[in-house]
């Protein structure tokens, strides 16, 4: 369906974490640190793999978009195996997503309490 399904969710959540914040300077700086950073990885990833795989990797990118999902692509499997420690260590590098949205919440509720002041707002 796409190539960098990590990525893509990465994203969501990074525009997530933006719109949480009620900041729009907060919300355009995640985005464009995400399309600078994540332009660059994906290009050196796929250069990397390309060099791997050859013509098979060319039929792949040819067919399988980078970003925006394919639903046609999609097919559902009977069944999945499962590698645990894989999934343990996907699971580790995207929790960093709740941990920033329950930090902005906190700070959010020690501004509104008064307990943290306010040094500056942008607009």
Same mark, same amino acid.
């Given at each position: 369906?796409?190539?960098n399904?990590?990525?893509l969710?990465?994203?969501?959540?990074?525009?997530?974490?933006?719109i949480?914040?009620k900041?729009?300077? +907060?919300?355009? &700086?995640?985005?464009?640190?995400?399309?600078?950073?994540?332009?660059v990885?994906i290009?050196?990833?796929?250069?990397?793999?390309?060099?791997v795989?050859?013509?098979?990797?060319e039929?792949?990118?040819?067919k399988?978009?980078?970003?925006?999902?394919?639903?046609?692509?999609?097919?559902?499997?009977?069944?999945?195996?499962?590698?645990?420690?894989? +999934?343990?260590?996907?699971?580790?590098?995207?929790?960093?997503?709740p &941990? &920033?949205?329950? +930090?902005?919440?906190?700070?959010?509720h020690?501004?509104?309490?008064? +307990?943290?002041p306010?040094?500056?707002t942008?607009?």
């Amino acid at each position: 369906m796409v190539r960098n399904p990590l990525y893509l969710f990465s994203f969501i959540g990074a525009v997530g974490i933006g719109i949480v914040s009620k900041n729009i300077f +907060v919300l355009t &700086i995640m985005v464009i640190m995400f399309l600078v950073y994540y332009t660059v990885v994906i290009k050196a990833e796929e250069a990397h793999l390309y060099n791997v795989h050859g013509k098979d990797f060319e039929n792949y990118l040819k067919k399988t978009p980078r970003i925006i999902p394919k639903f046609s692509l999609y097919h559902e499997p009977i069944e999945y195996m499962v590698n645990a420690r894989k +999934v343990r260590i996907s699971f580790f590098s995207v929790v960093w997503f709740p &941990i &920033i949205f329950m +930090v902005l919440l906190i700070i959010e509720h020690l501004h509104d309490t008064k +307990v943290l002041p306010i040094l500056f707002t942008i607009p």
